[in-house]
């Protein structure tokens, strides 16, 4: 029987000034041709850096701009305009760039180089891509990172809301791995050991991570580490279960229902707790990097509506019919409800 064959990153570079290495690591990997997208406004803060690093390398940029767009007719008309003689395509910014430039690898069967500039969620080491398919946001198959470059100092410069998105999704591997567990349990699918056991270290290791700030180096480098071994442990399980439990289908549902819905890892955060507290499992744990970071803080401050999450609990099992999470059981959906309305915590967070 032969082992199964598991994509993973041949680059990763997480630190201090790692961008403007950027040029001798694609050379490095025996590529010399790429193109670079941008996210909105990302080429005035960085495209000189990046530029002057490409070309020390001797790396040819063949092309280079700036993109917001997630709808996938955009993506496919861009990724089918790339010049053939690509060798890599890496894309620099938030989720829209990352997601968009991934797909088009995905499509063209190039190298994929993520380069985030907020450590807003996972999503820079997952391989799939949350885009616009007629007028809804779906996730779709994309390229795993060939490579992962996140410069500390970048993401520093991002404004502490996408930190604080980047900590509530990571947290929420905690209630994820929970609900796979408690899934193969009532016999619907089995839970990968592996997987288990890479997104368990990555979690845990980074709320064990003593900090100051959450601007401080060590935590931050933490972080990004965490949110890449979780990608990884995607891919590890074919399947996004690993990190994306009941707690990711109440954000999905919140996403349907608000017209200006929350960063993803905010909500994803808020329902990680909630969540926690139904699975009667670590939410002390989770209350307390909560609190200690800031997050609650910050949440607190958004005038979030507990009707909505109400009804997004509700809604939560019609987002992902074929899954068994707890909130796919009556009982706890009542329970959840429960205790969005009688929670200390909570009570806080919604006002």
Same mark, same amino acid.
């Given at each position: ?25 694609? /050379? ?9 997208? =941008? ?6 803060? $960085? ?12 790396? @040819? ?18 990724? $089918? ?14 989720? /829209?760039?990352?997601?968009?430039? *991934? ?8 190298? =994929?180089? &993520? ?6 969620? #996972?999503?820079? &080491? ?13 996730? +779709? ?11 500390? #100092?970048?993401? /520093? &410069? ?19 791995? !929970? ?13 990968? #050991? ?5 997104? /368990? *270290?990555?979690?845990? &290791?980074?709320?064990?991570?003593? =900090? ?6 060590? =935590? ?26 009941? @707690? ?6 919140? #996403? ?16 990680? !707790? ?8 670590? !939410? ?5 990097? $909560?609190?200690?970071?800031? $997050?609650?803080?910050? +949440? ?6 507990? @009707? ?38 909570? *009570?806080?967070?919604?006002?």
């Amino acid at each position: 029987m032969s082992g199964s064959h598991i994509a993973i990153p041949a680059i990763l570079k997480v630190g201090k000034g790692v961008l403007r290495n950027i040029g001798s690591y694609i /050379k490095a990997g025996g590529m010399e041709r790429a193109v670079i997208y =941008f996210g909105n406004g990302l080429i005035d803060m $960085f495209g000189s850096q990046v530029m002057e690093s490409l070309k020390e390398a001797g790396v @040819e940029v063949l092309e280079y701009r700036e993109m917001d767009s997630i709808k996938i007719e955009d993506i496919v008309e861009m990724a $089918f305009s790339i010049d053939t003689k690509a060798q890599v395509i890496a894309g620099i910014g938030g989720g /829209k760039v990352i997601d968009a430039a *991934k797909y088009a690898a995905y499509l063209r069967r190039l190298p =994929f180089l &993520s380069v985030p500039t907020s450590a807003s969620s #996972d999503g820079f &080491s997952s391989a799939s891509a949350s885009l616009t398919v007629d007028g809804r946001r779906t996730s +779709v198959p994309a390229r795993m990172a060939y490579g992962i470059i996140a410069d500390t #100092d970048v993401i /520093k &410069s991002a404004p502490e809301k996408f930190l604080y998105s980047g900590i509530g999704d990571m947290v929420s591997k905690i209630t994820a791995l !929970y609900d796979w567990i408690f899934e193969a349990q009532a016999g619907c699918g089995a839970v990968n #050991d592996f997987a288990v056991m890479i997104a /368990k *270290k990555a979690v845990n &290791s980074f709320v064990r991570t003593p =900090f100051e700030s959450i601007q401080d180096d060590l =935590f931050l480098r933490e972080l990004l580490d965490s949110l890449a071994m979780s990608g990884i442990a995607n891919e590890i399980a074919g399947s996004s279960a690993p990190a994306s439990g009941s @707690e990711h289908l109440i954000s999905h549902a919140l #996403d349907k229902m608000l017209e200006q819905p929350q960063l993803h890892g905010v909500q994803v955060g808020v329902a990680t !707790y909630l969540m926690s507290r139904v699975q009667d499992h670590r !939410y002390r744990r989770v209350n307390t990097i $909560f609190t200690d970071t800031g $997050f609650w803080d910050y +949440v607190s401050s958004l005038g979030l509506n507990r @009707e909505d999450y109400e009804q997004a609990v509700d809604l939560a099992p019609s987002i992902k019919p074929s899954r068994h999470t707890y909130l796919h059981e009556e009982k706890y959906r009542r329970l959840a409800k429960e205790i969005l309305r009688e929670d200390e915590v909570l *009570k806080k967070v919604f006002g």
